[in-house]
Nanobody, 128 residues
Framework: QVQLMGSGGGSVQAGGSAKLSCVVS????????MGWFRQAPGKEREGVAF???????AYAESVQGRFSISEDNAKKTIYLQMDSLKSNDTAIYYC??????????????????????WGQGTQVTVSS
């Protein structure tokens, strides 16, 4: 059974940093990729950051240069380091995984629907 367990959310002041983690178990996808999405109140879920099996990364324009996605294969964990946080980064953040990713695919900043496996979400609140 595939499980993704996200953690690390909380409250932070604008300009501060936070780091999210997502532990993956039971998953060994083919040409897989992992991603972080977020959903703010009243808005659709949107892609934030992605990493493919060959360690290529891609980011939404809104977080480029501020957020960094990484992966620790030994710990089966992906991370999202978030720096220079802004109030409009406030959202529930979800980690997700799917098979059949390519470098070109993640650079398109994918939509949520093709992703098969999801974590439970972790709230990040940025106060000004």
């Amino acid at each position: 059974q595939v499980q993704l367990m996200g953690s690390g959310g909380g409250s932070v002041q604008a300009g501060g940093s936070a780091k999210l983690s997502c532990v993956v178990s039971g998953y060994s996808g083919s040409s897989s990729c992992m991603g972080w999405f977020r959903q703010a109140p009243g808005k659709e879920r949107e892609g934030v950051a992605f990493i493919s099996q060959d360690k290529s990364t891609a980011y939404a324009e809104s977080v480029q240069g501020r957020f960094s996605i990484s992966e620790d294969n030994a710990k089966k964990t992906i991370y999202l380091q978030m720096d220079s946080l802004k109030s409009n980064d406030t959202a529930i953040y979800y980690c997700a995984a799917r098979d059949g990713c390519t470098r070109a695919y993640i650079r398109s900043v994918p939509s949520p629907s093709p992703f098969t496996y999801w974590g439970q979400g972790t709230q990040v609140t940025v106060s000004s």
